[in-house]
């Protein structure tokens, strides 16, 4: 049995687990969990990275000494900026922050939509790395390397830069074709070459523990961090624990990330339009999907009425008892995008399309779950169609998962069989990531045949009127 460090943030908590992995086993243990605070400091909505560091190593050092390597993911996107001698310039900043109001929109005016699409195969989300970069452009001069966040810690731990690719994938700044960095776009961009670092593969090591790490963490110094599918969706979508390829799946925690795996980009006009986006997964797969606005909606909702994680439970439940499809959303409007009073933003949207805004929590989070079922409903329904790809069961995986309400209607939604679970997926993925490259397990089928034999799943059959649902996407302006 070999044992492996996963270290997995999300937006809003991260953790350091660690798996035994062996003899067709696979048992995660969570090690350490600490919440991710943003912080909004001088107006700027900041990642609060040496926090999140500190809580790390703390985890590392719980994790024990017989590790036999450690992998990092995190979400997508963000990056630090490191000056000529390595140090950090800056606090990492949000992605939901402000600064790239407007930013998206004069770039695709500029370059064209077509042009941006074709190189790099991105859906358009205001936040993408390419933007922030044009955001900052002109204080760009100190900066030597960037890393994304995942590198960045990658960095810390071992003294070491580079790109891991499924999360480069994610800038805008990588040619979906050749995987390799644009140096057209940059150079359109007026961004310098020099930031972006050398590219690795998910299973490549990146080194053993800087020797100040090792004695810190009690850990021997001998360690590898070994690079992982560092894009949590990519490691929680190599952790799907489908058979064969004809399913769907949806990454559900802050964000819903719906699509289906392909062999290869789709580059089309159709799916640039459907803001459908080409990431970049293991072994040369792409995840074709399209980000819906996800678990965010109730987080903001709960945090605006001062409700903690443990009145979930409650809430659901009473939402459950909600008649259904009283009043929905489009989950991706704009407005959702940035933190702030979410039942007003989601009440404002309602009276904009004749409905009657939800008035108590639990109608709120019924709005919510329903909304959310209309956008996994739409996103696979494109997603197979835009591809091709015949879906025959969403897998639906990460923290949403728990969400008997989510799962149930998500399944009445698409009218097709939810399994739900693992929980954990995008931790798994990491660490069997980590597993194959020392030789534990064979290949993406052998690590997602080892999830399905020895995660708690559960199956969700569809079921409701479909000509209701039907009714109700168009209310929400969704197919
Ligand atoms: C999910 C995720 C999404 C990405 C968003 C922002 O955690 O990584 O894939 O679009 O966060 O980085």
Not at 151 to 163: E, H, K, V
Not at 185 to 203: D, V
Not at 341 to 357: L, S, V, Y
Not at 407 to 412: F, I
């Amino acid at each position: 049995m070999n044992t492996f460090a996963a270290v997995d943030l999300g937006a809003s908590s991260g953790r350091v687990m660690a798996a035994r992995v062996g003899d067709g086993a696979l048992e995660l243990t969570e090690v350490r969990r600490f919440p991710n605070r943003p912080v909004r400091a001088a107006g700027t909505l900041h990642w609060n990275i040496l926090g999140l560091y500190g809580e790390i190593l703390d985890g590392l050092k719980a994790a024990g000494p017989g590790l036999t390597s450690i992998g990092i993911d995190s979400w997508a996107v963000d990056y630090g900026l490191l000056d000529r001698s390595g140090a950090l310039l800056g606090n990492p900043v949000h992605y939901r922050d402000g600064r790239t109001d407007g930013v998206m929109e004069r770039v695709r005016a500029e370059l064209g939509d077509a042009y941006l699409y074709d190189v790099a195969g991105l859906q358009f989300l205001p936040f993408n790395t390419v933007y922030q970069l044009v955001a900052e452009r002109d204080g760009l001069d100190r900066a030597h390397t960037l890393l994304m966040i995942p590198d960045l810690l990658a960095y810390w731990l071992t003294g070491r830069t580079g790109a891991e690719l499924t999360n480069a994938s994610t800038t805008g700044l990588l040619d979906v074709r050749t995987r390799t960095w644009s140096a057209a776009l940059l150079e359109r961009l007026g961004l310098p070459r020099r930031l972006l670092p050398e590219l690795r593969e998910p299973g490549e090591v990146i080194g053993p523990l800087r020797p100040d790490v090792a004695t810190e963490t009690g850990l021997p110094g001998d360690v590898p961090v070994t690079a992982v599918a560092s894009h949590d969706t990519a490691s929680a979508v190599a952790a799907v624990p489908a058979r064969g390829e004809d399913f769907a799946y949806i990454s559900c925690g802050t964000w819903s990330l719906v699509g289906v795996e392909l062999p290869g980009p789709v580059l089309g006009e159709e799916g640039r339009t459907a803001n459908f986006t080409n990431e970049a997964g293991i072994d040369g797969t792409v995840r074709y999907l399209r980000n819906v606005m996800g678990l965010w909606l109730l987080q903001e909702s709960q945090r605006a009425w001062g409700l903690g994680p443990s009145d979930l439970p409650a809430l659901l439940e009473a939402a459950a008892g909600v008649p259904a499809f009283q009043a929905v959303v489009d989950p991706d409007a704009p407005e959702f995008l940035p933190p702030g009073d979410m039942p007003a933003r989601i009440a404002e949207r309602c009276r904009a399309t004749g409905q009657r805004p939800p008035a108590t929590p639990p109608e709120v989070v019924r709005c919510i779950m329903d909304s959310l079922a209309l956008g996994h409903r739409a996103a696979v329904r494109e997603a197979a169609r835009l591809s091709g790809r015949r879906v025959e069961v969403v897998h639906l995986v990460g923290g949403g998962s728990r969400n008997e309400l989510l799962c149930r209607l998500t399944a009445d939604a698409c009218g097709l069989p939810v399994v739900a679970g693992p929980v954990e997926a995008t931790a798994l993925g990491n660490v069997l990531v980590q597993a194959r490259a020392f030789g534990v397990v064979k290949d993406l089928a052998e690590m997602r045949g080892l999830v399905a034999a020895t995660q708690p799943l559960r199956r969700y059959e569809p079921g409701g009127d479909p000509a209701a649902w039907d009714d109700a996407a168009a209310r929400a302006g969704l197919r």
